[in-house]
């Protein structure tokens, strides 16, 4: 029976998308018979088509993704790209990057998942070249490279995810670190504690009428353990203020600092095998985020911000980009600055990568969502500086 959209989820602008949600080549072996109304882009070339196949199909053949309810509007919708958009795709960023349309509100670029890309390329290998002026075949290959970088992201996770499901005590720590990267990420971007508004825009700084300090957080110090940080009525050891506020940052920096350094104490309680196990699943959160994919982001090891200091095409893990790596500071690792305040390297890109990256982990780590990261979707891409 073919399936119906519930009228109330439906998108004014696209009201006749009722197939299947997946990824498609239209005109292609599975979208045949189907309506699709939508504006077709290639958004590195500047190119664009309407479409409108109650009336014709399209000139040149393009892809469609979804439907799929939109992370904003709650509201069903599609989109399209150019087929012709896939042929310089050379890495998983630059592949999620021609999903990228004008809608800047989705909190994270939709893109397929591994299953869908297979679809894809099935029905590409199913044209006939001489239909069409650009290399089938390198599509073909890109399709194939995208879907294997995913595989392998995706075995880390699941390695990760075996490794905690045997070892009680093992899963405790690899928890607590999500939640450390993720509360120091909300600190970055200017975050004033407990019981206050997490910052998915750009907030004023701490203490600004805006964006109080939290009553949680005054007067009181903040020291790392084992298990996280420790809040504290009176100073002692290596506590710090933790209403301490950074200026002309406007950030809680004692607090990032301390969950930093619960990081790296429980890191450093793992053996070799375990901390390769971590490393390899904590990876770049990329702005891509997967329909249907319970809050996950494409992960990379390439650190796309090159204009912060760090060489091009800079192979990394979120553990390098926080803290450096003893292996390889020959590098100079700018990215260092994220944690320990040189101010040469953003925490705001730092924050976004960490917090894609934490959401991406959780479906591994969890059954459900825990209470501390309830925020779903993309941090806005904001500079406090």
């Known amino acids: 029976m073919r399936r119906k959209t519930c009228n109330l989820l439906l998108d004014p602008d696209n009201p006749l998308h009722d197939f299947e949600p997946g990824l498609y080549l239209v005109p292609g072996p599975r979208f045949q018979d189907q309506t699709l109304v939508c504006s077709a882009i290639d958004i590195i070339m500047y190119e664009s088509e309407d479409v409108d196949t109650r009336n014709a199909p399209p000139t040149q053949p393009v892809v469609v993704l979804g439907p799929f309810v939109h992370p904003v509007t709650g509201l069903l919708t599609v989109k399209c790209i150019l087929l012709s958009s896939l042929v310089d795709v050379d890495s998983l960023s630059s592949f999620g990057q021609v999903f990228q349309t004008m809608d800047m509100s989705e909190r994270g670029v939709m893109v397929p998942d591994r299953d869908m890309i297979l679809d894809l390329r099935n029905d590409v290998d199913w044209m006939n070249p001489i239909e069409v002026d650009f290399p089938l075949d390198r599509i073909v290959g890109n399709l194939d490279r995208a879907r294997e970088d995913l595989f392998t992201n995706e075995e880390y996770l699941e390695q990760l995810d075996d490794a905690c499901s045997t070892d009680a005590d093992f899963q405790k720590r690899v928890r607590t670190i999500c939640k450390c990267f993720y509360e120091m ?85 793992f053996d070799a095998s375990q901390k390769q196990l971590v490393k390899r699943a904590f990876k770049l959160g990329t702005p891509y985020r997967i329909i249907n994919g319970n809050g996950r982001f494409y992960l990379n090891n390439v650190d796309p911000n090159i204009y912060n200091g760090n060489p091009e095409y800079l192979m990394i893990d979120l553990f390098d980009m926080c803290f450096g790596s003893p292996t390889r500071d020959t590098f100079s690792f700018h990215a260092v600055a994220s944690v320990h305040g040189t101010r040469t390297y953003c925490v705001q890109i730092a924050a976004i990568q960490i917090a894609r990256t934490v959401q991406t982990l959780l479906p591994y780590m969890y059954k459900s969502r825990p209470v501390w990261a309830l925020v779903d979707g993309e941090f806005d891409n904001i500079h406090t500086l």
Request: charged share 10%.
């Open 185 to 269: 990420a909300l600190y970055f971007r200017r975050y004033a504690g407990p019981g206050t508004k997490v910052p998915l825009d750009l907030h004023a700084g701490v203490g600004h009428v805006s964006n109080p300090l939290s009553p949680a957080l005054k007067n009181k110090f903040v020291s790392s353990t084992m298990t996280g940080v420790r809040i504290s009525a009176n100073g002692s050891g290596q506590s710090q203020a933790a209403d301490f506020v950074m200026d002309p940052e406007g950030t809680l920096t004692n607090m990032s600092q301390a969950y930093a350094q619960s990081i790296l104490m429980i890191y450093g309680t």
